[in-house]
């Protein structure tokens, strides 16, 4: 325990910000993501690099606000395949680009589900915009880095005014934790190439739905905990982005902004 309560405490005073870390008997040293690195990750997944950079959180937020730079996806594979909100100019020249895999005739049942929930992210946040909970920019046409655009609320209120994280439903989580696995196997590709890409989409896509029946944004959440349904809003970019690109680069499947 004392080799361990040293190195843990070494650790700490590096990345203390990024990590919470405890010692726990025989001498595991256990890991966690501070809120505030885990709010920085989610935005540079739901608005790439377009968000200012400063403290993550809304109105309500004080303190944990710098954004480490480390967790920025900057040199991301994903940087560059988030979508724009009404890019449908677009949506030919990005078709004829991509090596499809499978004709759209031809796509299996597993995937047109994974379309379907990609196609249902992109029209929840546009309507979230049409109703004013969100404001979108304009795209800028024939621009090369597709991502949604978000003027306000920037950046998105992730957290309380705590500083802890909003989205505490277990189907949030879930659907966090479908998330880092999904980027993890992006990331950090086995080398045997045994990850099962149509299995990951169809996880996370299902995380989706599940998300998406017990967390609502609309109705009394969007009366009375606004900053709540602009956060669940942003875990709707953030899976759009990824669903995207795995679609797109990893399947070799469109991935529409409409069924």
């Known amino acids: 325990m004392e080799l361990a309560s040293a190195i843990a405490s070494d650790i700490?005073?590096?990345?203390?910000?990024?990590?919470?870390?405890?010692?726990?008997?025989?001498?595991w040293i256990h890991f966690e993501l501070t809120h505030s690195t885990l709010a920085t990750w989610l935005q540079s997944?739901?608005?790439?690099?377009?968000?200012?950079?400063?403290?993550?959180g809304g109105r309500e937020q004080g303190a944990g606000g710098e954004i480490n730079?480390?967790?920025?996806?900057?040199?991301?594979?994903?940087?560059?395949?988030?979508?724009?909100?009404?890019?449908?100019?677009?949506?030919?020249?990005?078709?004829?680009?991509?090596?499809?895999?499978?004709?759209?005739?031809?796509?299996?049942?597993?995937?047109?589900a994974v379309q379907y929930a990609h196609a249902r992210c992109c029209s929840l946040?546009?309507?979230?915009?049409?109703?004013?909970?969100?404001?979108?920019?304009?795209?800028?046409?024939?621009?090369s880095s597709a991502c949604w655009d978000v003027i306000s609320p920037n950046p998105l209120p992730w957290l309380n005014c705590d500083g802890t994280l909003r989205l505490n439903h277990p189907?949030?989580?879930?659907?966090i934790g479908e998330l880092?696995?999904?980027?993890?196997?992006?990331?950090?590709?086995?080398?045997?190439?045994?990850?099962?890409w149509e299995k990951v989409a169809l996880n996370l896509s299902q995380a989706f739905e599940k998300f998406w029946s017990n967390c609502r944004i609309w109705g009394e959440v969007k009366i009375k905990s606004p900053e709540l349904a602009q956060a669940r809003l942003g875990l709707l970019m953030a899976t759009q982005s990824v669903l995207r690109f795995v679609l797109e680069e990893n399947l070799g499947v469109f991935a529409p902004l409409e069924l």
């Open 69 to 112: 730079s480390k967790f920025k996806i900057q040199n991301s594979k994903l940087k560059n395949f988030c979508l724009l909100p009404s890019a449908s100019s677009l949506l030919p020249t990005l078709a004829d680009s991509l090596p499809l895999r499978y004709p759209a005739s031809s796509v299996p049942n597993s995937l047109f």
């Open 180 to 196: 880092i696995q999904v980027i993890d196997d992006i990331e950090c590709p086995d080398v045997n190439g045994s990850v099962k």
């Open 45 to 56: 997944l739901a608005v790439g690099s377009s968000g200012k950079e400063g403290e993550i």
């Open 12 to 27: 700490s005073e590096i990345c203390g910000d990024v990590f919470s870390i405890q010692t726990v008997p025989p001498g």
């Open 125 to 143: 946040v546009l309507l979230a915009h049409r109703e004013g909970l969100i404001k979108l920019r304009e795209p800028v046409p024939n621009t």
């Open 171 to 175: 189907d949030e989580r879930q659907l």
